[in-house]
């Protein structure tokens, strides 16, 4: 796939929060999980969690506002391996979305809330920060010693 | 699709502007002016609408960028300064560009309008600016929501601005002065107090001084000109209501920038620290509640760095917390994670050069990367967090802009930091007990598993004493022995080990008891026994687990013992005051699953004589523990054994535990210790002739 | 090469769907066309076949939530078959073995589609 809208940098990528732009987002978090040699059944998991955030900026940061800015960051240690996704969008609290309950999603057509509940499954530690006016930042952390 | 965004919202208002300001051009240039009422009402209510558009517009925009005190004081400051030269050099402008001589501009024509109209813009643009500027100034580091009175002040505005509508009536005119003067009140009220000056440093303070009388001259000077010059004849043509809002803001600016410059000048700390003690009450309340409310720990970081940065009025706040041997940055309040943890990391590297027993400022300058801060942080703290005087992390604190910390600041921060210090040792023994009593809780379960599968009794044959001790570890530790009475005959034994403690091999033991005594009545050797009981395992032990066992038979009848052993101590058997390890070769129970199990398992047949004392036991024994950490041994247990091997064999048992209890005085007891002595003794013949006879021993594989 | 792609097949009562690349917030409106498109023409009888699905995120999830009830209304189910473990592992962290028939292979599915339409007869 051609990359559209985004620059590359070594452990940063900067993409418009589109849909479209997940397959890049997904790519680039792949390829430096497994450049380090996490194992790529961790490296799936990881890439679903870091998909989901995003999907939940486009969705309720920007609501579908196709030019703004989601900025992924890469840092990693002997220890974990930890993903960063700034946005400039409305303030949207991911920590306080109860786990849903599945049933009740079915009577009521409802899907909202499984990406957070994966993202909680999937990862270690998801955690959530907004600075008024400036950005919010999601971290996703995978630890990388006591996963076999 | 939802475009439902501020970006958007933002091009929308300035859509709205836009066609507003062209419809309002085409109202002045197509419709004949006129003093008509009707004529000036729609005029002003067209320059009202513009002027309010521009200033939705900019409001989101100034929102977004959230400017500090001093360059919004330097922006009014550029826009008065435009405003004054447009007026001193109107009157040139303006007679440059009219073909007569006329400075009372003639009303029609497409260029003279034009001219109008982009003067009448800039103006009008300048004083949308200065509104929002004094608006943000109003709201700026103000404790409670107090926009009502500044709301207020601007509904008198409007109303003051169009009420010059009605000054053709000499008997309204009242009117207009009553809402003008009412505005004037409003302005003085609004003005008076000026609470963000507390909070910058003392050099933007000098400035401050030096720019607010210039400021404040400049107002003054452009309300002078405006009721003398063309300017107030223009402007008075363009809109009168937009003629009166010049004014009032004028007003605003000449009175704001006067107490400004006095309140700055003799500024004394006084509502600052008349304020902190409002906030200092408010804290007090925070503190009980987090000492008694919040257990969880994320909870708890969240709320104590959300009190830090408002007792200390910093931009930010998070907790260094020392885990792994580092800092790790949590419950972060506005701040990024990458800024939060590069000032950690640089804070961690220099906690050497700094204090750090109290709460400390350290400045941002000394920070080689602050450039990738992602903003621009300039003054911190650093506070401790102890738990039985052992450091546990630090609060950190952080200003913006060149904003400094002081001296209430850290005293704050000192007393809550202790606070929050016993708040996270709550927690943390709160999880702690939680986990304590769950642990305790299993191994209840564990003790009372064992206790059930542990015979309560020993069976009694003639010829045969059994004594048998048991000492649970306080972990329980997975040992067990058994019983079985086959036949009247035909006595079985079983003495085994679960590796593991707790309540997963209080599981596995109740599995090999229930492996065990179905075997028993089946099988008649203790080799197939094992083997099979090793089949059995395979489907429920996984790999970390394993049984060490030894089997017996004893035949009362022929008087023989049949012995085989998986992995377990030797079995010893005491005879003529000598003692003889059995160890028949044997893997334990669970570590392999080939036919390598049965191949290289033994079993051994002894004859019995009158006697002979057959000991059975776990390793619980051997390696138990004096305050040295040295192990009991088996050469010490083997020599109380001769010792004592003409006793009894509850005399026996007793008196090895007694030894082992002695001997591990002091140390506590980490594996469980079991016991089983068998004593044989031969039916007497009836002529009392007794053999003796060397046993055999026939290994058979 | 598109990432994502779903297509039917037809088999009398019974429809296929057949998944394949990348089932993502972006390329989920595709499959619901797909579904919406079964509904318009009345068929309600879905197994949806997953061998060649790459990745599926939670907005890909969504759409079998959107539209089973509207299948089960009308008698039909929607019933999915050969996913790989990856895929089901996701399904079953979120709980849709509860709610959803899912089985090894597509045969199955449609088989069982198959019985159950037999037995109303």
């Known amino acids: 796939m051609k990359s559209k809208n985004h620059k590359l940098e070594e452990n940063e990528l900067t993409v418009k929060s589109r849909t479209e732009n997940l397959s890049a987002i997904r790519n680039f978090v792949s390829a430096g999980a497994l450049e380090i040699g996490i194992p790529l059944k961790i490296v799936e998991n990881i890439i679903l969690a870091v998909d989901e955030a995003c999907t939940n900026i486009i969705k309720h940061a920007y609501k579908y506002f196709p030019e703004g800015e989601i900025i992924v960051k890469l840092k990693f240690s002997r220890e974990k391996f930890t993903v960063i996704i700034i946005d400039h969008g409305v303030p949207f609290e991911p920590e306080t979305i109860p786990d849903p309950d599945l049933q009740t999603y079915y009577r009521q057509h409802r899907v909202g809330g499984l990406g957070m509940y994966l993202m909680k499954s999937l990862m270690d530690e998801v955690k959530y920060v907004s600075v008024p006016g400036k950005y919010n930042q999601v971290l996703l952390s995978k630890n990388l010693l006591t996963t076999h | 699709m939802k475009f439902d965004i501020?970006?958007?919202?933002?091009?929308?208002?300035?859509?709205?502007?836009?066609?507003?300001?062209?419809?309002?051009?085409?109202?002045?240039?197509?419709?004949?002016?006129?003093?008509?009422?009707?004529?000036?009402?729609?005029?002003?209510?067209?320059?009202?609408?513009?002027?309010?558009?521009?200033?939705?517009?900019?409001?989101?925009?100034?929102?977004?960028?959230?400017?500090?005190?001093?360059?919004?004081?330097?922006?009014?400051?550029?826009?008065?300064?435009?405003?004054?030269?447009?007026?001193?050099?109107?009157?040139?402008?303006?007679?440059?560009?009219?073909?007569?001589?006329?400075?009372?501009?003639?009303?029609?024509?497409?260029?003279?309008?034009?001219?109008?109209?982009?003067?009448?813009?800039?103006?009008?643009?300048?004083?949308?600016?200065?509104?929002?500027?004094?608006?943000?100034?109003?709201?700026?580091?103000?404790?409670?929501?107090?926009?009502?009175?500044?709301?207020?002040?601007?509904?008198?505005?409007?109303?003051?601005?169009?009420?010059?509508?009605?000054?053709?009536?000499?008997?309204?005119?009242?009117?207009?002065?009553?809402?003008?003067?009412?505005?004037?009140?409003?302005?003085?009220?609004?003005?008076?107090?000026?609470?963000?000056?507390?909070?910058?440093?003392?050099?933007?303070?000098?400035?401050l001084l030096f720019l607010s009388i210039i400021i404040a001259i400049l107002f003054v000077s452009n309300l002078v000109k405006n009721s003398g010059n063309n300017n107030a004849n223009l402007l008075v043509q363009f809109s009168p209501a937009l003629n009166q809002f010049f004014n009032i803001i004028g007003i605003y600016g000449a009175i704001y920038f006067s107490i400004l410059f006095f309140t700055t000048l003799f500024h004394i700390p006084t509502a600052e620290a008349f304020d902190r003690k409002a906030q200092e009450v408010t804290s007090l309340q925070y503190f009980s509640k987090l000492i008694t409310e919040v257990l969880d720990f994320d909870d708890l970081v969240k709320t104590i760095t959300d009190i830090a940065s408002k007792i200390s009025n910093a931009d930010a706040a998070w907790i260094a917390w020392q885990e792994n041997g580092g800092l790790k940055s949590v419950g972060n309040n506005s701040i990024g994670f990458l800024d939060a943890d590069l000032i950690t990391s640089f804070v961690a590297e220099n906690k050497n050069k700094y204090n750090l027993n109290e709460t400390v400022f350290i400045s941002m300058d000394k920070f080689q990367k602050k450039s990738q801060l992602g903003e621009s942080f300039s003054n911190i703290t650093v506070s401790p967090l102890r738990a039985h005087n052992e450091?546990?992390?630090?609060?950190?604190?952080?200003?913006?802009?060149?904003?400094?910390?002081?001296?209430?600041?850290?005293?704050?921060?000192?007393?809550?930091?202790?606070?929050?210090?016993?708040?996270?040792?709550?927690?943390?023994?709160?999880?702690?007990?939680?986990?304590?009593?769950?642990?305790?809780?299993?191994?209840?379960?564990?003790?009372?598993?064992?206790?059930?599968?542990?015979?309560?009794?020993?069976?009694?044959?003639?010829?045969?004493?059994?004594?048998?001790?048991?000492?649970?570890?306080?972990?329980?530790?997975?040992?067990?022995?058994?019983?079985?009475?086959?036949?009247?005959?035909?006595?079985?034994f079983v003495i085994a080990d679960v590796s593991g403690k707790g309540i997963s091999a209080a599981f596995i033991m109740a599995e090999v008891k229930g492996i065990f005594e179905s075997?028993?009545?089946?099988?008649?050797?203790?080799?197939?026994?094992?083997?099979?009981?090793?089949?059995?395992?395979?489907?429920?032990?996984?790999?970390?687990?394993?049984?060490?066992?030894?089997?017996?038979?004893?035949?009362?009848?022929?008087?023989?013992?049949?012995?085989?052993?998986?992995?377990?101590?030797?079995?010893?058997?005491?005879?003529?005051?000598?003692?003889?390890?059995?160890?028949?070769?044997?893997?334990?129970?669970?570590?392999?699953?080939?036919?390598?199990?049965?191949?290289?398992?033994?079993?051994?047949?002894?004859?019995?004589?009158?006697?002979?004392?057959?000991?059975?036991?776990?390793?619980?024994?051997?390696?138990?523990?004096?305050?040295?950490?040295?192990?009991?041994?088996?050469?010490?247990?083997?020599?109380?054994?001769?010792?004592?091997?003409?006793?009894?064999a509850d005399y026996?048992?007793?008196?090895?535990?007694?030894?082992?209890?002695?001997?591990?005085?002091?140390?506590?007891?980490?594996?469980?210790?079991?016991?089983?002595?068998?004593?044989?003794?031969?039916?007497?013949?009836?002529?009392?002739?007794?053999?003796?006879?060397?046993?055999?021993?026939?290994?058979?594989? | 090469m598109a990432e994502f792609n779903a297509s039917t097949k037809d088999l009398g009562e019974v429809s296929v769907i057949y998944l394949q690349g990348y089932l993502d917030a972006h390329t989920a409106p595709s499959l619901e066309n797909t579904f919406s498109n079964l509904i318009e023409k009345g068929k309600y009888c879905t197994v949806v076949n997953f061998t060649e699905l790459a990745y599926i995120s939670s907005a890909g999830l969504g759409v079998f939530m959107a539209f089973i009830e509207k299948m089960r209304e009308n008698n039909g189910d929607i019933k999915l078959s050969s996913m790989s473990d990856k895929v089901y592992n996701i399904f079953d962290l979120l709980g849709f073995p509860l709610l959803y028939e899912i089985y090894k292979t597509e045969d199955e599915a449609v088989n069982k589609f198959i019985e159950s339409k037999n037995l109303e007869k």
């Open chain 2, 391 to 492: 450091l546990k992390g630090y609060l950190l604190t952080g200003k913006k802009n060149n904003f400094l910390f002081d001296d209430e600041d850290k005293n704050a921060l000192d007393t809550f930091s202790d606070y929050a210090s016993i708040a996270i040792e709550n927690s943390r023994l709160f999880e702690e007990s939680i986990i304590k009593e769950r642990l305790e809780k299993e191994l209840d379960v564990a003790r009372e598993v064992q206790r059930k599968i542990l015979p309560s009794k020993n069976p009694n044959y003639e010829g045969l004493s059994i004594s048998t001790v048991f000492i649970p570890a306080f972990e329980v530790g997975g040992d067990y022995y058994d019983f079985f009475e086959i036949d009247k005959y035909t006595f079985g």
């Open chain 2, 519 to 648: 075997l028993s009545k089946t099988i008649k050797t203790p080799k197939n026994i094992l083997i099979k009981a090793n089949e059995i395992l395979q489907r429920t032990l996984d790999r970390k687990n394993f049984v060490s066992a030894a089997y017996g038979f004893i035949d009362l009848q022929n008087e023989t013992m049949l012995i085989s052993r998986a992995g377990h101590c030797p079995i010893i058997l005491l005879r003529d005051n000598s003692i003889e390890n059995l160890r028949p070769s044997g893997i334990g129970l669970g570590l392999n699953f080939s036919d390598h199990f049965s191949n290289t398992l033994e079993e051994i047949k002894i004859d019995l004589k009158e006697n002979d004392i057959i000991v059975l036991y776990t390793d619980g024994i051997t390696e138990a523990k004096n305050k040295l950490l040295e192990d009991f041994g088996s050469d010490l247990f083997e020599k109380i054994l001769i010792e004592n091997c003409d006793k009894d």
């Open chain 2, 652 to 701: 026996i048992s007793n008196k090895v535990i007694r030894e082992v209890t002695l001997f591990s005085q002091n140390h506590p007891q980490h594996d469980d210790i079991t016991l089983v002595i068998l004593k044989w003794k031969q039916k007497l013949k009836i002529d009392g002739e007794k053999e003796w006879q060397n046993s055999t021993l026939q290994p058979k594989i």
């Open chain 2, 6 to 207: 501020p970006a958007l919202k933002i091009n929308q208002k300035f859509q709205t502007f836009i066609v507003l300001s062209i419809v309002l051009f085409g109202f002045k240039l197509f419709a004949p002016g006129s003093d008509s009422i009707t004529y000036l009402l729609i005029n002003d209510l067209l320059v009202g609408f513009t002027v309010a558009a521009f200033i939705f517009y900019l409001m989101d925009w100034i929102h977004l960028k959230k400017i500090n005190p001093l360059s919004l004081v330097m922006n009014i400051g550029i826009f008065t300064a435009v405003i004054f030269l447009l007026i001193t050099f109107s009157n040139t402008i303006l007679r440059g560009l009219s073909t007569e001589n006329n400075i009372y501009f003639p009303k029609t024509g497409f260029i003279p309008n034009l001219v109008v109209f982009v003067y009448s813009f800039i103006i009008l643009g300048s004083l949308s600016y200065i509104f929002l500027a004094f608006r943000e100034l109003y709201s700026l580091k103000q404790k409670r929501d107090i926009n009502t009175y500044f709301n207020t002040m601007v509904v008198f505005f409007i109303l003051a601005s169009y009420s010059t509508l009605l000054q053709k009536s000499t008997d309204l005119l009242y009117i207009k002065d009553t809402f003008f003067i009412i505005s004037i009140l409003l302005i003085i009220i609004n003005s008076i107090k000026i609470s963000w000056i507390a909070f910058i440093v003392k050099k933007e303070k000098k400035i």
